[in-house]
């Protein structure tokens, strides 16, 4: 393999991308991560960034100040750059998901009238089941960014996932959502109540629906879907807009987790079921890793020495150490403490470093963010990972298999 | 702090990521050592339970995976299918065809239809006296109170009908705090500590359901006394690395250095988590049961993993 260009892998990556799915396990940082990547894009290029963020830490939203507007972008001040030390080349945006008003906007979008629209939205069904319809969250995501990328208002789009049941759920979200509407049963529901009946296929069904749940609360059911199904012709091929964006070549997945053995096998299976579906996975974020050094063998028996020789280190250390700082038996012990915290390290050092070489094989860009001991709350520490993200320790694989034709 | 186990039923929830499914699996594996029959339900079946108890696939009928400790995975269908053969007496399962069929479709438009089904099927399990524990890895805190509220908003959207009838008895065993209860894992970290914190908030007053315990999982021990903190700060500002270099005589200063900021970092972990952690203590009510469970170095995955977890939870219940 010949070694490829010396720009930063992730930079050649978003300069050819449009769009950026972040995505992965639930508690690896992936809305950190969604931020930091168009932070550091939005710094480095002089592009127009947005990061359409779903759920953000209460002070990464402040410093982001998406908190509690719903919808609406807002603009990242370049103050917040300054004041990290980053004089900005392009512009950072950030909006946060508002499921109830985009399904709410949607509706208005695709109702056939004002009327129905506001029969739909006044029924009491409707919340419940944008709440609760399975994968509804993962669809209105994918949805929205279909229309932010639409509007062509910006250069780069990163969103960030909503935490799924199933890390996949919202790769089809969009099939199912056509799926659903394109269903015989929904036609079979919202057909006048007698010819429900006549149809041999169905009694037993209606029968036992009948005993359980009770006419009434079937005939509810069934008038509103008989609204919604006003919008089937909009929403179904809407749906398919939105599944095909994410097949785009302008759209490629950042997959993010941590080296913990469970997240790990998650992230992997997730970029597997990129690869069936032929979507790019352009970026595999190993988050939260311990520096490599940890997992030094002169360090390890330094470890190993301050724990077998800590009464003779001490007592050399003593003389050194300023007075008033307690006795050799407590210098002792702090050496013992720290050679067995540094033991205990290095058993995760090497268990993610094993896990970090299983993951980089076959994957497109690879790249790994150390351990951050406090959490991110402002645009500096966003682009401290973003740094990491971009410049750090990365391993490109010599064919990706993920590419598209 | 007693008495968790001996609830009929516990759900056990928290934010993704923080290690729910080890906790349920060792809470039933302290449970069935205690000579309880109990039983594990995965709710959301990825095989996560599976995996913690090493025991091969789960399915919808529980399965002795210890002496005393079933398991099994929720399937929402298959509970539909038993729900249909137990309360309406439906004579095939062929005249259920069309009804397997139509499930996906009702259960997506109908609300709660699914979380009836996996609560029902709990209740159900709780009364007739299967187990005598049955610990839920349940949804996670975003999901947990639609979950746990379905009974409620069947009971207001449903007006007639079997189902009316038996969420009365569901809500009964649910509301119960001697019987059923909801432990939250969290770790000392700022979004799971936030959603521990809102969910302990709103969690009774909108589901009815009791919260029994918080569980503090992966908290870094404590490395040093504050005096020892100081030598350690000493030795660091200090340049002390040469001078453990020297007194040891065999190795570089740049080792001593790594293993110096390994334990700068542990102590730095620490601090993050304990301003975390203090949060979470102050938003709790006092008398609520809060265990602290270390952060696993070793294996944190398996068998292994739930062993440990059921020998500390063990410690710092007093069970």
């Given amino acids: 393999m010949t070694p490829r260009r010396a720009a930063s892998p992730v930079e050649s990556l978003l300069a050819a991308r449009e769009i950026v799915v972040a995505c992965g396990p639930g508690g690896v940082g992936k809305t950190t991560a969604a931020a930091a990547v168009a932070a550091t894009a939005a710094a480095r290029s002089g592009a127009k960034v947005l990061v359409l963020t779903v759920d953000p830490a209460r002070r990464l939203a402040d410093a982001l100040g998406v908190d509690g507007i719903g919808n609406a972008a807002s603009r990242v001040s370049p103050s917040t750059f300054t004041a990290a030390g980053v004089r900005p080349k392009g512009e950072l945006w950030a909006a946060m998901l508002d499921t109830k008003q985009s399904w709410d906007a949607l509706v208005r979008r695709h109702a056939p009238d004002r009327s129905t629209a506001d029969q739909i939205l006044a029924n009491p069904l409707y919340q419940n089941i944008t709440g609760r319809f399975a994968q509804s969250h993962e669809y209105i995501a994918m949805e929205r960014l279909y229309e932010i990328h639409a509007e062509g208002e910006y250069d780069l789009l990163v969103v960030d996932t909503p935490p799924t049941r199933n890390a996949l759920d919202f790769l089809d979200a969009p099939q199912r959502m056509a799926d659903f509407f394109a269903s015989g049963l929904l036609r079979w529901l919202i057909a006048p109540s007698r010819s429900r009946l006549v149809s041999l296929a169905s009694r037993p069904f209606y029968q036992v629906a009948d005993r359980i749940l009770g006419t009434q609360f079937l005939e509810d059911v069934a008038e509103f879907f008989r609204l919604f199904q006003s919008m089937y012709d909009g929403f179904v091929s809407r749906a398919q807009s939105v599944s095909g964006l994410l097949r785009d070549p302008r759209t490629t997945f950042m997959v993010v987790t941590t080296l913990e053995t469970v997240p790990a096998l998650e992230a992997a299976r997730f970029a597997e079921a990129l690869a069936e579906r032929h979507l790019h996975l352009g970026l595999l974020v190993a988050n939260k890793v311990l520096p490599p050094s940890f997992a030094d063998p002169d360090a390890e028996a330094v470890a190993e020495s301050l724990q077998t020789r800590s009464e003779a280190v001490a007592t050399a250390l003593s003389s050194t150490l300023a007075d008033g700082l307690g006795g050799v038996d407590q210098v002792e012990r702090v050496l013992q403490e720290v050679g067995r915290s540094f033991a205990n390290f290095e058993l995760v050092a090497r268990r993610e470093s094993e896990l970090l070489a299983e993951m980089s094989r076959g994957h497109s860009v690879t790249v790994t963010v150390p351990h951050l001991s406090g959490d991110v709350v402002d645009v500096a520490g966003l682009l401290e990972i973003g740094r990491h993200v971009f410049d750090g320790f990365a391993v490109r694989a010599d064919a990706p298999t993920t590419g598209l034709s | ?319």
């Avoid at chain 2, 399937?75 to 069309?98: C, K, M, Q, W």
């Avoid at chain 2, 089904?117 to 349940?138: P, S």
């Avoid at chain 2, 009908?161 to 019987?179: C, E, F, K, N, Y």
């Fill in chain 2, 1 to 319: 702090m007693s008495g968790l186990l001996d609830r009929r039923l516990l759900f056990v929830t928290g934010k993704g990521g923080v290690g729910k499914t080890t906790v349920a699996a060792a809470l039933g594996l302290m449970a069935s050592e205690r000579g309880r029959r109990a039983l594990v339900c995965e709710v959301e079946p990825k095989g996560d339970v599976a995996a913690a108890y090493e025991c091969g696939p789960l399915g919808f009928v529980p399965r002795e995976v210890a002496p005393g400790l079933h398991a099994m995975e929720m399937d929402t269908e298959a509970s539909l299918r038993e729900y249909l053969r137990l309360n309406l007496r439906v004579p095939t399962i062929g005249r259920i065809g069309p009804v397997a069929r139509a499930f996906d479709f009702v259960a997506s438009a109908a609300p709660g239809v699914r979380e009836i089904l996996t609560v029902g099927k709990l209740c159900y399990e709780v009364r007739e006296n299967h187990f005598d524990l049955i610990v839920v890895d349940a949804s996670a805190t975003g999901n947990i109170v639609g979950q746990l509220a379905a009974p409620v908003g069947i009971n207001e959207l449903v007006k007639v009908g079997a189902v009316r009838s038996q969420t009365r008895w569901m809500l009964d065993i649910l509301g119960d705090p001697h019987q059923t209860g909801v432990c939250v894992v969290t770790t000392p970290e700022e979004m799971p500590v936030n959603e521990a914190v809102e969910l302990a908030g709103r969690l009774e007053r909108e589901t009815g359901v009791h919260l029994a315990a918080m569980v503090a999982n992966r908290v870094m021990p404590e490395l040093f006394s504050r005096g020892e903190q100081e030598i350690f700060d000493a030795i660091v500002a200090d340049g002390g690395a040469l001078h453990v270099a020297e007194a040891l005589g065999d190795c570089t200063e740049e080792a001593v250095t790594d293993v110096l900021n390994a334990a700068g970092l542990a102590v730095r972990i620490r601090r993050s988590g304990a301003a975390h952690l203090e949060r979470l203590r102050a938003a709790l009510d006092p008398a609520l049961p809060l265990a602290y469970l270390p952060y696993l170095f070793g294996r944190a995955y398996g068998a292994r993993a739930v062993r440990q977890v059921a020998d500390a939870l063990g410690e710092e219940l007093g069970e």
